[in-house]
């Protein structure tokens, strides 16, 4: 499944990356997944939130990837 990112993850692993998943899944199992495949940005993570299809989700939220058009990983931003 591909993963938009973007700020500080995508500065550090590109626009996008693929992993893979299994059904259902949950955000917290798709921070996880990308954690261990990608550990450089693992502290990035803690933060991040992850949206579905343009919608922010909780962690326990399950979802069938059939319905998922869109995953993405926004870690918390600042600026002035």
């Known amino acids: 499944m591909e993963i938009k990112l973007f700020a500080f993850l ?9 992993v ?15 954690r261990e495949q990608y550990p ?19 962690d326990d939220q399950s979802f069938q990837l059939a319905a998922i058009h869109e995953i993405a990983l926004i870690p918390p931003v600042s600026g002035g």
Do not use: C, H, R, Y
């Not at 995508?10 to 693929?18: F, K, S, V, W, Y």
């Not at 893979?20 to 990308?34: G, H, K, N, S």
């Open 10 to 18: 995508a500065d550090q692993l590109g626009e996008q990356i693929t």
């Open 20 to 34: 893979a998943l299994d059904e259902p899944v949950t955000a917290q199992q798709i921070l996880t997944t990308v």
């Open 40 to 58: 450089k940005v693992s502290s990035a993570l803690k933060d991040a939130t992850v949206a579905i299809n343009q919608t922010f989700v909780t």
